[in-house]
């Protein structure tokens, strides 16, 4: 696929995670040509066919990832959180037909499923059997979810959250959508499906419970020493929390 790029954001405090990282890209995205980015701050990381984006040490995030993207060649990018990780082979026909759809329609966001945070659709927002319109007064509707962004929409978005962290980034869309006065909402598509067979392992900077199985079902070693994990009790507060917020919130702001 060409014109987009695989976008990894992270920060030097987080590079005891970009070995498993990067090994189960490789292993689960062999087949994919696509450019490969690692943003952080002043660590450098040798891996093969692999971009490290330096940015300013003390910057926020938001002027962060702005500094980033304006560094990638391409047009579109993948955008993920250093905490997920890419977990089964990724179907490529599935991707260049999702990839096509986005050029052919001139999409500017496009969202894909994960474990704990999609929210429930209605069919008045389905467009197929898959996919979703995501409405202005959809709760989180924008966000820093798995997703493949045009990145000159991205990085205009980013710029009403100079200062912002990735938390405030979200919250902005949220609580003030009113700035899209030419919001389109076929441009901001939800798929329903797990495409990047993507997986969250680390939470506010722990490791989730599952996380070790998750590593050993992929033969991958991972030194649990270097970071803790999520309280067990929290952890299944989170579950349920999850849960009730999937199939009982309503999807809308008022």
């Known amino acids: ?20 990282q990067f090994t189960l890209l490789d292993r689960y995205c062999y087949d994919i040509s696509m450019k490969r980015y690692l943003v952080t701050q002043n660590l450098d990381f040798h891996w093969n066919k ?6 300013e040490l003390n910057n926020d995030w938001c002027s962060r990832a702005i500094e ?121 598509i939800f798929d329903s499906r797990n495409i990047l067979n993507i997986e969250q392992t680390v939470i506010q900077g722990k490791y989730f419970p599952y996380a070790k199985r998750i590593f050993k079902k992929n033969n991958i070693s991972v030194d649990f020493a270097n970071r803790s994990f999520y309280p067990t009790f929290r952890y299944l507060i989170f579950i349920i929390k999850s849960i009730l917020r999937r199939f009982f919130t309503k999807g809308t702001k008022k």
């Open 50 to 55: 692999l971009n490290i984006l330096h940015t």
């Open 68 to 188: 980033a993207l304006n560094k990638v060649d391409e047009d579109y990018v993948i955008f993920l959180l250093d905490d997920f990780v890419v977990t089964k082979k990724i179907d490529l026909e599935k991707l260049e037909q999702v990839y096509r759809n986005i050029i052919n329609k001139n999409i500017l966001y496009y969202k894909f499923k994960t474990r704990f945070f999609s929210l429930k659709y209605s069919k008045e927002e389905r467009i197929d059997k898959y996919t979703y319109s995501i409405d202005e007064k959809r709760k989180y509707g924008i966000s820093l979810q798995p997703s493949i962004w045009n990145k000159k929409y991205f990085i205009r978005l980013l710029m009403l959250n100079l200062g912002g962290t990735p938390w405030d980034f979200e919250k902005f869309f949220n609580n003030d959508i009113n700035f899209f006065y030419t919001y389109d909402k076929m441009k901001h």
């Open 1 to 20: 696929m060409e014109n987009i790029a695989w976008v990894v954001f992270s920060f030097d405090g987080y590079s005891d995670l970009w070995d498993t």
